[in-house]
């Protein structure tokens, strides 16, 4: 049930209509105070807050190791199929950037290189 109500919230709320989404909050409160169900109320916002969580684990996100390299290292990451809004600096990165969305890594910085040699010359 709570999962019913979880993902009609959801929908209503990327039609990006902020007066239906308002209502359907309305009508779903209006609702579980008439079936005696108010104690359902945090369920559903605790799932939504997981879902949200999740959402934006999964979002593409670019890091860069300075702010200067970011329009670069987008432009880039965009050509090779990750597109994202913004870069956001990683100063473990040394140099370079990283790129990483729906399971796919692209790595183009200083310390992956630098683990490369590494592991390689360790082994």
Same mark, same amino acid.
């Given at each position: 049930m709570i999962d019913t109500y979880t993902r009609l919230l959801e929908a209503v709320a990327e039609t990006e209509d =902020?007066?239906?989404?308002?209502?359907a909050v309305t009508k779903l409160i209006v609702h579980? =105070?008439?079936a005696g169900r /108010?104690? /359902?109320?945090?369920k559903i916002v605790r799932e939504l807050r997981r879902?949200?969580?999740r959402r934006h684990a999964l979002r593409p996100r670019v890091e860069v190791a300075s702010? =200067?390299?970011?329009?670069?290292a987008l432009a880039a990451a965009s050509a090779l199929?990750? *597109?994202a809004? &913004?870069? *956001?600096?990683? &100063?473990?990165?040394?140099?370079?950037w990283r790129a990483q969305s729906a399971g796919k890594l692209i790595?183009?910085?200083?310390k992956h290189a630098l683990t490369q040699i590494y592991q390689k010359v360790t082994v």
């Open positions: =902020k007066a239906a989404a308002d209502a579980l =105070k008439s /108010m104690n /359902m109320l945090p879902v949200a969580s702010e =200067k390299e970011s329009s670069a199929g990750i *597109t809004r &913004h870069a *956001t600096v990683n &100063h473990s990165l040394i140099r370079g790595d183009r910085s200083a």
